[in-house]
């Protein structure tokens, strides 16, 4: 995701940087200032949306303490589909 940003870097709700600066937002997200053919933008990374699946009876684990990419769901689920718990 992009944001265009006034002269000068990247003034964003977190501060400002200048561009090539990366800094880590509330809600499991990396951001970094691009200058790109005189225009300063925001590059936002984030994890991917992703379905609690059913059928592999899938439990969904966040560490809500870490900065991205650590803080993104990780998921132990159960492969033989026996309804056994989830180790």
Known sequence: MFQANGPGG????EGFYFAGQT???????RRKCI???GTFFTETDSCDTEIFNTTYRCVVQVDTTAQYPACCPTYKCNPDN?????K
Do not use: I
């Open 10 to 13: 990247c003034d964003t709700k």
């Open 23 to 29: 800094w880590y937002a509330r809600g499991c997200r």
């Open 35 to 37: 200058h790109f053919r």
């Open 82 to 86: 026996l309804g056994n718990a989830v």
